[in-house]
């Protein structure tokens, strides 16, 4: 996947104190006088700032939900959705690696490496601690309260599926330390439809308890609403901590989700994406 997505796209680009010219944007009101391009201002009536491409290796670090929730699958033929966040966790981090990154797997206690081994290093840990975290943070679905460097970026994938104010609470505590990162919410595609019919049973997968619903077709309504309700919530949560939330269902390509992840991660603009949303 990472080989795949790797042909035809170009680096990441990130603005910094390299040498080599990337753009020229308008003068902000937090810049200082000397970062003025005042040659490329003379031929407007506007100030313009000269900048540069980030030669310095970022540090990624990486979450993939293990709570029970991501055990599921509606279908034979689609994969859990745990084994689909751990497999883009892993090719992003490949191609990540690729492009001279350092990453980690969050609560792990690992240092951010580059190169191979660091990528065995994470698929060791997923496959033989399926997460670092904690017992209390994987009932939760969320990532762990861990200290990550200043101006460090996360890659978070889950189902996202906990109430929204503990994930915004979460989101807010990386930006206030200038964490930023993409939120990536992997659904089984039976999440979003409801598309049962008649008398169901459904399983709480998290110690919730079993509902059993005489004819579920008359919740579909609500219940959509109800997702979405939920989705714009934590649009509002990463855009209030400057992070990206992309959403990507089993049915849909995996290399589909790791392309428009990687693109998005190499523009600064914070707005939310979607991705392979069917």
Same mark, same amino acid.
Do not use: N
């Given at each position: 996947m990472a080989a795949t997505v790797?042909?035809? *796209?170009?680096?990441? +680009?990130? *603005?910094?104190?390299?040498?080599? /010219?990337?753009?020229? +944007?308008?003068?902000?009101?937090?810049?200082a006088a000397s970062a003025v391009d005042w040659r490329r201002s003379a031929r407007s009536d506007s100030l313009f700032v000269r900048e540069t491409e980030w030669e310095a290796a970022q540090s990624v670090w990486l979450w993939a939900d293990a709570s029970a929730s991501m055990r599921y699958a509606s279908g034979r033929r689609l994969p859990m959705k745990g084994d689909r966040? @751990? #497999?883009?966790?892993? %090719? =992003?981090? %490949? $191609? #990540? &690696? !690729?492009?001279?990154?350092?990453?980690?797997?969050m609560g792990a206690e690992d240092r951010p490496g580059m190169g191979r081994l660091a990528l065995e290093r994470i698929a060791d840990r997923l496959l033989l601690h399926p997460s670092?975290?904690?017992?209390?943070? &994987?009932?939760?679905?969320?990532?762990?309260?861990? +200290?990550?460097? @200043?101006?460090?970026?996360?890659?978070? /994938?889950?189902? /996202? #599926? =906990?109430?929204?104010?503990?994930?915004?609470?979460r989101l807010a505590g990386f930006a206030a330390h200038r964490v930023g990162g993409a939120l990536v919410q992997v659904l089984d595609p039976a999440e979003e439809a409801l598309p049962f019919v008649g008398r169901t049973r459904f399983q709480g997968m998290e110690a919730e308890g079993d509902l059993v *619903?005489?004819?579920?077709?008359? &919740?579909?309504? %609500?219940?959509?609403? +109800?997702?979405?309700?939920? @989705?714009?919530? $934590?649009?509002?949560?990463? @855009? %209030?901590?400057?992070? !990206?939330?992309l959403v990507h269902h089993t049915d849909q390509p995996p290399e589909q989700a790791l392309l428009t992840l990687y693109m998005a991660m190499a523009h600064d603009d914070p707005h939310s994406a979607r991705f392979g949303a069917g």
């Amino acid at each position: 996947m990472a080989a795949t997505v790797a042909q035809g *796209v170009h680096g990441r +680009r990130r *603005v910094g104190m390299g040498e080599t /010219f990337w753009q020229y +944007r308008p003068f902000e009101a937090h810049d200082a006088a000397s970062a003025v391009d005042w040659r490329r201002s003379a031929r407007s009536d506007s100030l313009f700032v000269r900048e540069t491409e980030w030669e310095a290796a970022q540090s990624v670090w990486l979450w993939a939900d293990a709570s029970a929730s991501m055990r599921y699958a509606s279908g034979r033929r689609l994969p859990m959705k745990g084994d689909r966040a @751990r #497999l883009l966790l892993l %090719a =992003s981090a %490949a $191609l #990540l &690696l !690729r492009g001279g990154e350092r990453v980690a797997l969050m609560g792990a206690e690992d240092r951010p490496g580059m190169g191979r081994l660091a990528l065995e290093r994470i698929a060791d840990r997923l496959l033989l601690h399926p997460s670092g975290d904690p017992a209390a943070t &994987l009932s939760l679905g969320l990532p762990p309260e861990e +200290r990550l460097p @200043r101006h460090a970026q996360a890659l978070l /994938f889950g189902d /996202f #599926l =906990s109430p929204a104010e503990e994930i915004a609470a979460r989101l807010a505590g990386f930006a206030a330390h200038r964490v930023g990162g993409a939120l990536v919410q992997v659904l089984d595609p039976a999440e979003e439809a409801l598309p049962f019919v008649g008398r169901t049973r459904f399983q709480g997968m998290e110690a919730e308890g079993d509902l059993v *619903v005489g004819r579920v077709e008359s &919740l579909r309504e %609500a219940y959509a609403e +109800r997702m979405t309700a939920h @989705r714009a919530a $934590l649009e509002d949560a990463c @855009r %209030a901590a400057g992070w !990206r939330l992309l959403v990507h269902h089993t049915d849909q390509p995996p290399e589909q989700a790791l392309l428009t992840l990687y693109m998005a991660m190499a523009h600064d603009d914070p707005h939310s994406a979607r991705f392979g949303a069917g």
